[in-house]
């Protein structure tokens, strides 16, 4: 027998969303969950040798740990995040991501902290859980795919064609 499904709604608050980021990441299983725990190991001690490029980002000074959540660990996340994108999923060696900011890193915390910071008093607003069995998902996917399709979006910028 099926559980019941529920369409009830949850509040989502900054201060949830902050609190349920890195745990919800890390319980994803996913290859950047594996990353971003790694990283949270690795800023335990961070090197004095100040970063010689701009990538990898290094990882953000104050140490980041789950329980409680702090903000610093939202930006590490997103920090994190865009190290995993541009190596395009590998990680980058331990020791580039130990390395102390430089001035343009240091800017980069400082613009990510002020947009945090821009959302972070907005109201808080409900959410609807969404999952397969859910037929809020497929309309949303169904509208996806027609604005994709009148506007002929495709993965490479030579075509103006959507084959979905």
């Not at 890195?22 to 990353?35: D, E, I, K, Y």
């Not at 790694?38 to 335990?44: N, R, V």
């Not at 004095?48 to 660990?73: E, N, Q, R, W």
Request: glycine fraction near 6%.
């Amino acid at each position: 027998m099926h559980e019941p499904v529920s369409h009830e709604a949850k509040l989502l608050t900054y201060s949830s969303w902050c609190s349920n980021l890195v745990p919800m990441v890390l319980r994803s299983r996913t290859p950047f969950g594996a990353f971003l725990s790694h990283t949270i190991q690795l800023s335990k001690v961070l090197s004095d040798d100040l970063a010689p490029t701009f990538f990898p980002v290094p990882i953000p000074p104050g140490y980041c740990h789950v329980m409680p959540a702090k903000p610093s660990c939202v930006l590490h996340t997103i920090v994190m995040a865009l190290n995993f994108w541009r190596t395009g999923g590998k990680f980058p060696e331990s020791s580039s991501l130990q390395r102390a900011p430089n001035r343009l890193h240091r800017v980069l915390y400082r613009r990510i902290r002020s947009l945090l910071k821009s959302d972070g008093p907005a109201l808080a607003f409900e959410t609807t859980k969404a999952g397969r069995r859910f037929p809020e998902l497929v309309a949303r996917l169904s509208e996806l795919s027609s604005v994709l399709t009148y506007n002929g979006t495709v993965g490479t910028p030579m075509i103006r064609l959507f084959l979905g």
